[in-house]
């Protein structure tokens, strides 16, 4: 069975970390510290997603208010809303083709227009780990 046949939503993350645009940044930042990630899908009361927020995100942002005097705000004032998504069907290796491509560690899974998942290069290596072992 080649790994083209494996179809990457077995392997999506369900449950995976996220915020919305209301949380604060410092609750954006303890949400990611906590959950031992690099960043988080910004989704909204409909389960639409609307941005993304990274360490990094979250460390300009620190740094910026530090020089203006003003450390603070929400994650909708510092998220990046430019967002590459993923829908439901494609195989393992289209989504690692669009993570490398894309540079992105992760990347949320989109059906009928709401949030569901995502897929990270972490899901993608654990997909290819079960190929080998079977």
């Given amino acids: ?3 083209t046949s ?9 449950n995976p970390v996220t915020v919305t645009p ?3 940044l410092f609750e954006a930042i ?3 510290i906590t959950a031992k990630v690099s960043g988080a899908t910004v989704i909204n009361e409909r389960r639409e ?5 990274s360490e990094i995100d979250c460390l300009q942002a620190i740094l910026k208010g530090t020089y203006h005097g003003e450390i603070g705000g929400s994650v909708a004032d510092y998220m990046s809303e430019e967002v590459d998504i993923i829908g439901t069907d494609m195989d393992i290796l289209a989504v690692a083709e669009k993570l490398i491509k894309e540079k992105r560690r992760r990347m949320p899974v989109v059906q009928n227009g ?21």
């Avoid at 494996?6 to 369900?14: F, P, Q």
């Avoid at 997603?49 to 927020?53: D, E």
């Fill in 22 to 24: 209301s949380n604060s």
């Fill in 49 to 53: 997603v609307v941005g993304v927020i």
């Fill in 6 to 14: 494996i179809r990457a939503i077995d392997y999506m993350t369900k």
């Fill in 30 to 32: 303890d949400i990611m």
């Fill in 114 to 134: 709401k949030f569901i998942g995502q897929y990270s290069i972490r899901s993608i290596l654990n997909a290819v780990k079960e190929f080998n072992l079977k």
């Fill in 1 to 3: 069975m080649p790994l």
